[in-house]
Structure formats: structure tokens, C-alpha cells
């Protein structure tokens, strides 16, 4: 009876010790896992924002209406003479930029030339005091839209403009059949629908040109008085690029 108890107590304290080591396994274990899950999701969290510190885009990056930001306007010319033709008969690439005049509503400015590899542009008019009066641009509201307008009553913080135009003074452009299609000296007008986000910066889309043509016509039935009219002729596509 003795030996039994003796081998009984043995065995229950080997026991004891057993579930003691591995009670103590298992609570390192846990901490083990829980301390790896905790590393991971910090690891997470910080790979998380840093991704998205990498994602948005700084207000200083993003591209606008302004000298700080260089624009590559693309020219398309078609010269009329196949009407179903969907490709360009003069692609003409140049690089600008649109400095604003400070103090105006609706925004505007002049475009500045930076590239002109193919020598399209004339040289800027400028008035008595060297400020340059040709090659501008404006911002402008759509005549459709009824809150056109409102911003001025206080009633929109961010007036919309979702139209740019601007002008340009161009020399003579070859468009195809060795100049017997060009666009004559003079100027040049483009419209391009703008958009302008936090997030996007100004977006410039659905670009065309355009020339004027001076055309008479009779302003009486008997012919003894004319009137000249100035004719918009489209002649192509404009796409804007910020680099």
C-alpha cells in the first residue's frame, strides 16, 4: 500500500509538473500568435498609409489654369476635302502655358508659348506698355445652365465654368495637297470643355478650332448695300495634355 502511494503521489506530481509545462507552452504560444497578429496589422496599417500617402496626389502636382502648370496642345487640321475622313490630313504638337490675370471673374489670361517647333504661331501683338494683348483664354459658364450666373449673388462658393475658349494668332498653316489647303493667317479659335476637381486638378476634353472667313452679302433686295460677316469654319480638333 505503501508503494502504491508512493508511485501515486509520484505520478500525480509528474503530472502536475506536465500540466504546468504545458500550460506555460500554450500561454507563450498565444502570446506568440497575438503578438505576430498585432506586428501584422500594424505592418498593415502602416503599408495602408503609406499606399495611400503614395495615391493622393499633392495640390501642388495637380494640373491647372496657371504659369506653374505646362500644358502640350495637340492641333489636328482636316482640310474639308473627304467629309467621312475621321484622320487628320496635319497633326501640329506645342507646348504652352496659361497664365492668369489676377483680379478677373470669369478667369482668364494669356497662353504663353513655350515650344513652337513648326513655327505655327505669329509673334504676340503687345499694347504701348508691353503688355501682351493677343493669345488669351477665358473661362466661361454654359449658356444652358440655369445656375449660370448665380455664383455672383453669393449662391455657389465655386462658380462653374465648364467651357475654356481662347485665341491665338497663327501664321499660315499648310493643311494638305502641298498648301492647296491651309488655314490663312490671322486668328485662330478654339473651344474645349473644361472640368476642375480637388482630386483631378483642370481637365481639358472635346476640343475644336476654328478660323473666320469675311463674307459679303446683299443687305437689300435690290442689291444697292452689302454687309461683310464674319463666318466661323471649323478646321480640326484640339486635345490638351498637362505634363
Known sequence: ARVGGRVAASFRSHRDAAMATAAGLASATSTGVCGGANRLRKQSSLSSHR????????ASSLPFLTSESTWRVQFEFFSGKDASCITPDRVVKT???FA?????????????????????FAKPETNASGIQTSNRWRLEEDPNEKKA????????ED??????????????????????FYIPPGTLFAEMKHARGSKQGSVLTDGVLSFKVTKTYQADLVGLSKVA??????????KAECL
Request: charged share 30%; aromatic share 10%.
Open 51 to 58: 499606399r495611400s500617402r503614395r495615391l493622393v496626389p499633392s
Open 95 to 97: 507646348i504652352v502655358k
Open 100 to 120: 492668369v490675370d489676377e483680379g478677373y471673374e470669369p478667369p482668364q489670361g494669356i497662353i504663353e508659348i513655350v515650344e513652337d517647333a513648326e513655327g505655327i
Open 149 to 156: 450666373g448665380l455664383w455672383i449673388w453669393g449662391l455657389f
Open 159 to 180: 462658380p462653374l465654368y465648364p467651357y475654356l475658349l481662347f485665341s491665338l494668332d497663327v501664321n499660315r498653316i499648310d493643311v494638305a495637297d502641298e498648301g492647296k
Open 229 to 238: 460677316v464674319d463666318e466661323p469654319t471649323m478646321c480640326g480638333k484640339i
